[in-house]
């Protein structure tokens, strides 16, 4: 069996209509499966708007908005529509990426067809509820998620850290790597522009702090915000600038008002933003990866990151970065001010994380998914998907 046989139902709680790693990673797997031959079909919720193209065909499954994250869908299973798509599209392989309604609903329908299910985990959801006041609610939500991977035969985790989090919280013994990978035509020291900078009051000598990502609590803001008071009190000169855009804007800029907020940023643009930081503060225990670690890397600026699943995997302590302890103010402080008052180390660490982004490459990377698919195809007994007469039944 090659990866032209493969026919794959990819359930996607959030495609494209609001970017973020997660989705990108997905789209990016799916035209890769789309240039080996295989035939994909996605199921996800559609809006009027999305943040981009979807790579792929896009199959729209109902949704309604999340109170309180509107711009966020929630999926709501199946209708006869979705069933009836399924069925004529006849798929040999069934990955879920998000344990929502139609996750579940996915997994029940692939495990009554005797279709191998794989499924993909891009964040740490259980962790979520702490940053919202729920904290009560993680283990609720992690008997959820053990229920939901157990009923899949494979997971797929971004890095090594996660695979082991997911282990130890019995959520499956089959966990292959589905790493991340950073464009390098994007991605690079040679995007920082001194020129930009100064355009946003960032001076040639000014050390400018980065936060990359979502503007939501879970990214954690109320750390890197907290860290940053730090240095103010410590009378440590700096700069502050943020790339992105999202619902706790007004938060950010509550807690941080000389940051400079320069909102979304795509391709180029935001290639250059990254470059022309100095160094990356990603104090977020959420990722179970961390692209913007890896861009940042990419990017040659050292990174400072809690030491959690994803960072763990890709920032080497003392070499490309500073790890420390989730949550910890002054230790991120200390970990920031040694790179603003050492200019030779931030250009060390720097180019040592450039040069360990270098062995990401997204080809090498997806085709891991694709033989993972081949392996449970495989393992079900043929290359074939079951006939479409028993599907609608």
Same mark, same amino acid.
């Given at each position: 069996?090659? *990866?032209?046989?493969?026919?794959?139902?990819?359930?996607?709680? @959030?495609?494209?209509?609001?970017?973020?790693?997660?989705? /990108?990673?997905?789209?990016?797997?799916?035209?890769?499966?789309?240039?080996?031959?295989?035939?994909?079909?996605?199921?996800?919720?559609?809006?009027?708007?999305?943040?981009?193209?979807?790579?792929?065909?896009?199959?729209?499954?109902? @949704?309604?908005?999340?109170?309180? +994250?509107?711009?966020?869908?929630? *999926?709501?299973?199946?209708?006869?529509?979705?069933?009836?798509?399924?069925?004529?599209?006849?798929?040999?392989?069934?990955?879920?990426?998000?344990?929502?309604?139609? =996750?579940?609903?996915?997994?029940?329908?692939?495990?009554?067809?005797?279709?191998?299910?794989?499924?993909?985990?891009?964040?740490?959801?259980?962790?979520? *509820?702490?940053?919202?006041?729920?904290?009560?609610?993680?283990?609720?939500?992690?008997?959820?998620?053990?229920?939901?991977?157990? +009923?899949?035969?494979?997971?797929?985790?971004?890095?090594?850290?996660?695979?082991?989090?997911?282990?130890? /919280?019995?959520?499956?013994?089959?966990?292959?790597?589905?790493?991340?990978?950073?464009?390098?035509?994007?991605?690079?020291?040679?995007? +920082?522009?001194?020129?930009?900078?100064?355009?946003?009051?960032? =001076?040639?000598?000014?050390?400018?702090?980065?936060?990359?990502?979502?503007?939501?609590?879970?990214?954690?803001?109320?750390?890197?915000?907290?860290?940053?008071?730090?240095?103010?009190?410590?009378?440590?000169?700096?700069?502050?600038?943020?790339?992105?855009?999202?619902?706790?804007?007004?938060?950010?800029?509550? /807690?941080?008002?000389?940051?400079?907020?320069?909102?979304?940023?795509?391709? @180029?643009?935001?290639?250059?933003?990254?470059?022309?930081?100095?160094?990356?503060?990603?104090?977020?225990?959420?990722?179970?990866?961390?692209?913007?670690?890896?861009?940042?890397?990419?990017?040659?600026?050292?990174?400072?990151?809690?030491?959690?699943?994803?960072?763990?995997?890709?920032?080497?302590?003392?070499?490309?970065?500073?790890?420390?302890?989730?949550?910890?103010?002054?230790?991120?402080?200390?970990?920031?001010?040694?790179?603003?008052?050492?200019?030779?180390?931030?250009?060390?660490?720097?180019?040592?994380?450039?040069?360990?982004? +270098?062995?990401?490459?997204?080809?090498?990377?997806?085709?891991?998914?694709?033989?993972?698919?081949?392996?449970?195809?495989?393992?079900?007994?043929?290359?074939?998907?079951?006939?479409?007469?028993?599907?609608?039944?």
């Amino acid at each position: 069996m090659k *990866p032209a046989d493969l026919r794959v139902a990819l359930f996607s709680g @959030n495609y494209n209509y609001v970017r973020d790693g997660a989705n /990108q990673a997905l789209n990016r797997l799916v035209d890769y499966l789309l240039r080996q031959g295989a035939e994909v079909r996605v199921y996800s919720p559609k809006v009027e708007e999305p943040a981009f193209p979807p790579a792929g065909e896009l199959v729209g499954v109902p @949704n309604v908005p999340i109170p309180g +994250r509107g711009e966020y869908r929630l *999926p709501l299973g199946f209708n006869a529509d979705v069933k009836r798509d399924l069925a004529a599209f006849a798929p040999n392989v069934v990955h879920v990426s998000s344990p929502d309604f139609t =996750g579940h609903a996915a997994v029940s329908w692939a495990r009554d067809k005797g279709l191998p299910i794989l499924a993909s985990v891009h964040t740490r959801f259980e962790t979520y *509820p702490r940053y919202y006041r729920m904290a009560f609610l993680e283990p609720v939500a992690v008997s959820i998620l053990r229920r939901f991977y157990n +009923r899949c035969d494979a997971l797929v985790a971004p890095s090594e850290s996660m695979a082991a989090v997911l282990r130890e /919280q019995d959520m499956g013994d089959d966990i292959a790597i589905w790493a991340r990978g950073v464009d390098r035509t994007i991605f690079d020291p040679s995007r +920082r522009d001194l020129a930009w900078r100064r355009s946003h009051n960032i =001076g040639d000598d000014d050390v400018a702090i980065g936060f990359l990502g979502r503007l939501v609590l879970e990214k954690g803001l109320d750390v890197f915000t907290q860290t940053v008071e730090e240095l103010r009190k410590r009378g440590v000169a700096h700069k502050v600038l943020v790339v992105g855009a999202g619902p706790a804007k007004d938060f950010f800029k509550e /807690q941080c008002p000389d940051a400079v907020f320069v909102g979304f940023q795509g391709g @180029n643009d935001l290639g250059r933003a990254v470059a022309s930081m100095d160094l990356l503060l990603n104090p977020s225990i959420t990722e179970t990866f961390g692209n913007v670690t890896l861009e940042a890397m990419a990017s040659g600026i050292p990174v400072v990151a809690a030491r959690a699943t994803g960072s763990t995997s890709l920032v080497h302590e003392g070499e490309t970065g500073r790890l420390v302890t989730p949550g910890d103010t002054a230790g991120f402080a200390d970990a920031v001010q040694a790179y603003i008052s050492d200019i030779a180390l931030r250009e060390a660490h720097g180019a040592a994380g450039e040069r360990r982004s +270098r062995d990401y490459a997204w080809d090498a990377i997806n085709s891991a998914v694709a033989n993972v698919y081949l392996r449970l195809v495989s393992e079900r007994g043929g290359a074939g998907s079951e006939p479409v007469q028993r599907l609608l039944a």
